[in-house]
T-cell receptor, first 117, second 117 residues
Framework: GAGVSQSPRYKVAKRGQDVALRCDPI?????LFWYQQALGQGPEFLTY????????KSGLPSDRFFAERPEGSVSTLKIQRTQQEDSAVYLC???????????????FGEGSRLTVL | AQKVTQAQTEISVVEKEDVTLDCVYE???????LFWYKQPPSGELVFLIR??????QNEISGRYSWNFQKSTSSFNFTITASQVVDSAVYFC??????????????FGKGTRLHILP
């Protein structure tokens, strides 16, 4: 597709359930980022991939959060044993290279809104 | 500390009025990028502008203009002759470029702009 695609757009989970959120970046984009956006807040960095390598996962809030990008294209963000504080919009973004990221050429998806009951 | 402050949580103006969104930032780095993003109701973040810390020239793009003042650590955004389609949440953001190049964008909490017809 032409843009960054995320699925599902909306997910409701019961506390304790595991969830998986998918991101399809723009074809050929090397850099991929995950951000978490709580209600009324700005996005906060979770993790960064360059191809299949996860170069920075310093923003992941706990070991219940796990991200992968095994073939350097599609990425999955997995949250185990979800808690209510995990409720947020999870945004994925991609750029052609990290240099394009610094140039502002970062393209965001529409996000996956997770609600944990 | 690296921080972006958008003191205005929500602003409402009548269509055709001018409106300025304030942004104040903190960084220990001498080299950095500043950004503005727009987040319409659909959720994706749309890149509007990037500014290098060495370039203090103000910029105008159609009805949008940006005022970067390093002396006051501010990067304000003005919409002239606002339109209903400008209604969105606007985020100011910062990427510090230290010796260890960073891959994170630090976002402010956003300003929700309502343009009333």
């Amino acid at each position: 597709g032409a843009g960054v695609s995320q699925s599902p757009r909306y997910k409701v989970a019961k506390r304790g359930q595991d969830v998986a959120l998918r991101c399809d970046p723009i074809s050929g984009h090397v850099s991929l980022f995950w951000y978490q956006q709580a209600l009324g807040q700005g996005p906060e960095f979770l993790t960064y991939f360059q191809n299949e390598a996860q170069l920075d996962k310093s923003g992941l809030p706990s070991d219940r959060f796990f991200a992968e990008r095994p073939e350097g294209s599609v990425s999955t963000l997995k949250i185990q044993r979800t808690q209510q504080e995990d409720s947020a919009v999870y945004l994925c973004a991609s750029s052609l290279t990290i240099w394009d990221f610094w140039a502002g050429e970062l393209f965001f998806g529409e996000g996956s809104r997770l609600t944990v009951l | 500390a690296q921080k972006v402050t958008q003191a205005q949580t929500e602003i409402s103006v009548v269509e055709k009025e001018d409106v300025t969104l304030d942004c104040v930032y903190e960084t220990r780095d001498t080299t950095y990028y500043l950004f503005w993003y727009k987040q319409p109701p659909s959720g994706e973040l749309v890149f509007l502008i990037r500014r290098n810390s060495f370039d203090e020239q103000n910029e105008i793009s159609g009805r949008y203009s940006w005022n970067f003042q390093k002396s006051t650590s501010s990067f304000n955004f003005t919409i002239t002759a606002s339109q209903v389609v400008d209604s969105a949440v606007y985020f100011c953001a910062l990427t510090p470029l230290s010796m260890n190049r960073d891959d994170k964008i630090i976002f402010g909490k956003g300003t929700r702009l309502h343009i009333l017809p």
